[in-house]
């Protein structure tokens, strides 16, 4: 089975804060994308990034960088010098194809970023 | 990156009513559409897959005769919530693939906003 867990529930900072956002994830599949989606009041997700399982060369965007491990099962996300527009819940979620596409989403991490 | 469109998006119904959503992928042809449900400030569950021209796979627990799901063409799925009841008001999210590998990304409509009073 499937999961992926986002152990921080919320994340408060204050502006010009660095933050970094966990993602630990199981899947016995060798072939799965890892992908991280903002989601803002509107309740539209944004995606912001998919990774494979064979790649894990790490990504810088701007303000925004993660970090695949595959030997912890992990792909977190980093908010560097966060600004108050970046306040959102924020998913990582699991895609397999195994019996079926499927795309298995965290619990999310709402972060806030004061001024 | 493809467009995924849903209408409504927010709908008011009363209790015994249905609802009907409509999810249109604009720019391609979506093979599988799924649909996924938001309750407040919980993740997105899956409730269901289709592909276009066969009948939807549902996810454990969720109710088919109640959530019915239509994918007639490539570019439409349909979401309708039959007998729709305050406990059924959350956010229904709907997504598309064209094609079938593993590589084939997957994109989400803006979500519609229900509630049944």
């Known amino acids: 089975a499937q999961k992926v867990t986002q152990a921080q529930t919320e994340i408060s900072v204050v502006e010009k804060e660095d933050v970094t956002l966990d993602c630990v994830y199981e899947?016995?599949?060798?072939?799965?994308?890892l992908f991280w989606y903002k989601q803002p009041p509107s309740g539209e997700l944004v995606f912001l990034i998919r990774?494979?399982?064979?790649?894990?060369q790490n990504e810088i965007s701007g303000r925004y960088s993660w970090n695949f491990q595959k030997s912890t099962s992990s792909f977190n996300f980093t908010i560097t010098a966060s600004q108050v527009v970046d306040s959102a819940v924020y998913f990582c979620?699991?895609?397999?194809?195994?019996?079926?596409?499927?795309?298995?989403f965290g619990a999310g991490t709402r972060l806030f970023v004061k001024a | 990156g493809a467009v995924v469109s849903q209408h409504p998006s927010w709908v008011i119904c009363k209790s015994g009513t249905s609802v009907k959503i409509e999810c249109r992928s604009l720019?391609?042809?979506?093979?599988?559409m799924f649909w996924y449900r938001q309750f407040p400030k919980q993740s997105l569950m899956l409730m269901a897959t289709?592909?276009?021209?066969?009948?939807?796979?549902?996810e454990q627990g969720v109710e088919k005769d109640k959530f019915l799901i239509n994918h007639a063409s490539l570019t439409l799925s349909t979401l309708t919530v039959t007998s729709a009841h305050p406990e059924d008001s959350s956010f229904y999210i709907c997504?598309?693939?064209?094609?079938?590998?593993?590589?084939?990304?997957?994109?989400f409509g803006p979500g519609t906003r229900l509630t049944v009073l």
């Open positions: 997504s598309a693939r064209e094609g079938s590998g593993s590589y084939n990304e997957q994109f």
């Open positions: 899947t016995r599949d060798t072939t799965y994308y």
């Open positions: 990774r494979n399982s064979f790649d894990e």
């Open positions: 979620a699991l895609s397999v194809n195994t019996g079926g596409f499927k795309t298995i």
């Open positions: 720019d391609f042809q979506a093979t599988t």
């Open positions: 289709s592909n276009e021209g066969s009948k939807a796979t549902y």
